[in-house]
């Protein structure tokens, strides 16, 4: 019976990684295919000789280059986290949503009590629900931070919207099976990412602001404490 339930441990986390990664691929993909067109427009430029238009066309491709998928994620060392942001970064631009990855964001490795399959329903869950509320507003507010803090003593995740915000149900129901804010919605995806924080021995917490919700998650490495607050 333990063979078995090990044997099928490990086909989740071979899938969950094989999906991460497929998504990092689909990603570069998109961006190799951008680029392509981006590289045949300059080129026209230059056959027209608009060597000023040229000029502008590069400065705009090397800026885009400093803030696309691939640079921002040049610090997450752990390829399957890298895989659901790259991917889901290039779904969120699908529905005209920004999603952005602070700049000080870093992950050198999971903490032991996350596996990969864990992070995979975490960040995708936590990405989902924020790209969702995100979806509902229009101008700067269709946007989405996220930012991971590598600490000696664990990780630390937030993901931050814009949205409507908690609207008047409490944080800590939401996460809750079967609680949403969204009509038509079964509300699994927090109480996944609540189980998943808990097996890990972390805390999960959603904090309302001004514009939007701030989700907070920290996974301690093994035998790690909460770490003080400031």
């Known amino acids: 019976m333990g063979s078995t339930i090990e044997i099928e441990h490990a086909r989740d986390e071979q899938h969950a990684r094989i999906q991460a ?4 691929v689909t990603a570069l993909r998109y961006e190799a295919h951008e680029y392509a067109n981006r590289l045949h427009v300059l080129s026209t430029l230059l056959w ?4 000023d238009a040229a000029r ?8 885009l280059h400093h803030t696309g998928p691939v640079a921002d994620l040049s610090k997450i060392a752990n390829p399957v986290v890298a895989g659901v942001l790259a991917s889901t970064m290039s779904a969120a631009k699908a529905r005209a949503v ?3 990855l602070d700049e000080r964001s870093r992950l050198d490795a999971l903490p032991a009590g996350l596996s ?13 629900n924020a790209i969702d509320a995100a979806t509902e507003m229009t101008g700067v507010r269709r946007r989405v931070k996220v930012a991971i803090e590598q600490r000696h003593e664990g990780v630390v995740v937030e ?8 609207k008047d149900a409490a944080p800590c129901a939401l996460a809750a099976a079967g609680r949403t804010t969204k009509p038509g919605h079964y509300g699994l995806g927090l109480s996944l990412v609540r189980g998943v924080v ?3 021995g972390g805390s999960f917490a959603l904090k309302q602001r001004r514009y939007g919700v701030l989700a907070r ?4 490495t093994m035998n790690a404490q909460q770490p003080r607050k400031g």
Do not use: H, K, Q, Y
């Open 21 to 24: 990664l497929d998504g990092l």
């Open 48 to 51: 027209m000789e608009d060597i």
């Open 56 to 63: 502008n066309f590069v400065s705009e491709l090397t800026a």
């Open 98 to 100: 920004t999603l952005v």
């Open 116 to 128: 990969d399959a864990a992070a995979v329903t975490l960040f995708a869950n936590l990405l989902d």
């Open 159 to 166: 993901v931050r919207d814009w949205g409507r915000g908690l």
């Open 198 to 200: 808990d097996a890990a």
């Open 217 to 220: 998650v920290w996974l301690p």
